[in-house]
């Protein structure tokens, strides 16, 4: 399993908010935090690709944002805000010299990596924040794969309110998700932070350590929880899902 990464740029502080109010960021700890994250990612035998820095661009640590991967293929991103349009380039280089097939989101449709939700053969695609309806079809013809819209008002980006387990069961922290009745199998999980699970392997899921009661529901469920500290990158709108792409 192969992931990118890209290390934060020193101006992290000044990121993008669009829900939630600005606390002061600790550089230094959000730094050290990404370190933490990335080892952790190695320590479930990942391999870690970093795509150059962007130290210009506040919210380029971020990178989920910047493309969708499914087998081969790759679709790159046309970020919603306009200030993070300049960080796709570098990490559509990276990403073509792995050899992949790469296609891009063109004008004026707009997307964000952080709200398409791959569940086996459907990509589910948060539509009415960051990402325009008009992508969709784009999407679908570069992943080659089936597309489902579904909205998002409440949340940044549609894997801010919701995300899957291994076995393919959706989680959701409710009062973010829009249409919560969308998905057979729903779990409501109590921390907002609960909602965002990395997928490890069948049994295994990275969240983030804010959510002590979701990682207790899944552990029930059977799963391994790695847990890790993301508090500055919260701050920003981030989550565990964004701080990597994983090559799946
Ligand atoms: C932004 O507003 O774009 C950043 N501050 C946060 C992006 C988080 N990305 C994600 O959830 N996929």
Redesign the pocket.
């Known amino acids: 399993m192969r992931a990118l990464v890209r290390p934060p740029s020193p101006r992290l502080a000044d990121?993008?908010?669009?829900h939630i109010d600005r606390h002061p960021v600790d550089t230094d700890l959000a730094m050290q935090q990404w370190d933490d994250y990335v080892a952790a990612l190695a320590d479930v035998g990942w391999d870690l690709i970093e795509v150059p820095p962007a130290p210009e661009h506040p919210?380029s640590v971020?990178v989920?944002?910047t493309m969708v991967v499914h087998g081969d293929r790759v679709v790159i991103a046309r970020p919603g805000?306009p200030e993070?349009r300049g960080e796709t380039a570098a990490a559509e280089r990276t990403i073509r010299d792995l050899g992949y097939s790469v296609s891009a989101v063109t004008q004026p449709a707009t997307l964000?990596?952080?709200d398409v939700l791959k569940i086996g053969k459907t990509a589910y695609v948060g539509v009415g924040g960051?990402t325009s309806e008009d992508a969709c079809a784009q999407l679908a013809d570069g992943l080659g794969m089936a597309v489902e819209p579904v909205p998002v008002t409440k949340v940044?980006?549609l894997?801010?309110g919701v995300t899957a387990l291994p076995d393919g069961t959706v989680v959701g922290y409710v009062p973010l998700v829009d249409d919560p009745a969308r998905w057979d199998r729903f779990l409501a999980v109590p921390e907002e932070s609960g909602a965002h699970v990395v997928v490890v392997d069948d049994d295994t899921v990275l969240m983030a350590a804010s959510a002590p009661r979701s990682a207790s529901l899944f552990r029930e469920r059977g799963l391994n929880v790695v847990a890790v500290d993301i508090s500055e990158y919260e701050k920003?709108?981030?989550?565990v899902?964004?701080l990597s792409v994983r090559l799946r």
């Open positions: 990121g993008l908010l669009t919210d971020f989920e944002d805000a993070r964000d990596g952080g960051r940044l980006h894997k801010s920003l709108e981030g989550c899902t964004c």
